[in-house]
């Protein structure tokens, strides 16, 4: 029994050298002799950090500028020659502003990695960020004047028959609205009736000093063409005086920038051999 059970450890040994011989094989015909097979557990082992180069380049180009990636993307195809194929994808996901350029992805005929890339991905300027934070919100009288001040450089101030407002002058309306209300009133309804009333009061007596409308004019993102955003205020009646703000037709903007974003990529690769597509493509 004792001798049984040996011949069936050596058989399984050998069968195991047997298989390890096989895979060392095969791996040194498939990879040039850049990976091996281990005994433990037939694990594969990639030896490719001790060679002197690398089998092939790849890596990931990352950058916020459309310049820059074009010029690298367009320099990176010139004589590029490991795949013998004509063109290289660039695939643009207009609603992320971002864009992505593979160089060894290949084709049907002749797949590749996928994994030397460069990726563009747009960032926001300072400007942008704040006129979004505003959007659909509401704000004190100080907290409006503070940041039309702070963003003076960017606003014109509008009435609502488009007068166009000295900045000053807007800023100083707003600090000056006040909502009186009635001191004999009672009731509630006499109560809201009379803080209807003020408010109509002060609306018809600030009605050519409070601004409208802002016009606020910025770079939306780096490197698309400066834009001018309409924001539309309204006074919000209350215990204390409040005003919102909107930007008006945001989405319609924000297609606009997105195709902004297309056409520049793929008027800057014009006379490339990069295909630009609207889309994303995984490629695991």
């Not at 003076?152 to 209300?181: C, F, K």
């Not at 003020?198 to 910025?218: S, Y």
Request: glycine share 6%; hydrophobic share 35%.
């Amino acid at each position: 029994m004792e001798s049984v059970m040996q011949d069936n450890s050596a058989l399984h040994e050998y069968t195991k050298i047997v298989q390890v011989e096989a895979i060392q094989t095969f791996l040194q015909q498939q990879t040039e002799g850049s990976t091996i097979a281990l005994p433990e557990g037939v694990r594969v082992a990639d030896l490719e950090q001790y060679l002197e180069n690398r089998r092939r380049y790849r890596g990931t180009m990352s950058t916020n500028l459309i310049s820059e990636f074009v010029e690298y993307v367009k320099g990176t195809v010139d004589g590029y020659n490991e795949f013998p194929v004509e063109n290289f994808p660039c695939f643009i996901n207009p609603q992320a502003m971002r864009a992505i350029a593979f160089f060894n992805l290949g084709d049907v005929d002749n797949p590749g990695h996928g994994d030397h890339q460069a990726k563009l991905s747009l960032l926001k300027t300072e400007a942008f960020q704040e006129l979004l934070k505003i959007n659909g919100d509401r704000f004190d009288q100080r907290q409006m004047a503070e940041w039309l001040e702070d963003w003076v450089d960017h606003i014109e101030a509008i009435t609502e028959d488009g007068t166009i407002l000295p900045l000053n002058t807007a800023v100083a309306s707003i600090r000056r609205i006040t909502i009186g209300t009635n001191a004999e009133a009672t009731s509630e309804e006499q109560t809201f009736s009379s803080r209807r009333s003020a408010m109509a009061e002060v609306e018809a007596k600030h009605k050519d000093q409070l601004p409208a409308f802002l016009k606020f004019t910025c770079e939306p993102y780096q490197g698309l063409q400066e834009r001018t955003f309409t924001v539309r205020l309204s006074l919000i009646t209350g215990e204390k005086p409040q005003i919102s703000a909107r930007i008006v037709r945001l989405e319609t903007a924000q297609e606009e920038m997105a195709k902004e974003l297309e056409e520049k990529l793929r008027s800057g690769f014009e006379d490339s051999e990069v295909r630009t597509f609207v889309g994303e493509f995984d490629h695991r």
